[in-house]
Nanobody, 117 residues
Framework: QVQLVESGGGLVQSGGSLRLTCKAP???????????MAWYRQAPGKERELIAS???????YYAESVKGRFTITRDNSNKKVYLQINSLKPEDTAAYYC????????WGQGTHVTVSS
């Protein structure tokens, strides 16, 4: 199994911010840079959904539910993808996961974000 490692989640109040980090393991360093990377989330009782992606040339996509509030970036030198999540709402509460857009790796444990009212 090859998994990306997510971190940076936590408990925040409505309107708060966090920066989530996704780190690639060394064994896939060579294939990280040319791949489109993405962040997903899964709220309790719901299916996993795509919320943001970033291509190798840094073209970005955002789901309507997070557009204007979340920002995805990548650091190819350190093999990391970040998700800055701002103006958080209770409905953003979920487990957040990163993965390649295509030919996905085994899902990691994710990082949990809980937003209180």
């Amino acid at each position: 199994q090859v998994q990306l490692v997510e971190s940076g989640g936590g408990l925040v109040q409505s309107g708060g911010s966090l920066r989530l980090t996704c780190k690639a393991p060394r064994m896939i360093f060579s294939v990280f840079s040319p791949k489109t990377m993405a962040w997903y989330r899964q709220a309790p009782g719901k299916e996993r959904e795509l919320i943001a992606s970033i291509t190798a040339d840094r073209t970005t996509y955002y789901a309507e539910s997070v557009k204007g509030r979340f920002t995805i970036t990548r650091d190819n030198s350190n093999k990391k993808v970040y998700l800055q999540i701002n103006s958080l709402k209770p409905e953003d509460t979920a487990a957040y996961y990163c993965n390649k857009m295509n030919n996905q790796l085994t899902w990691g444990q994710g990082t949990h974000v809980t937003v209180s009212s």
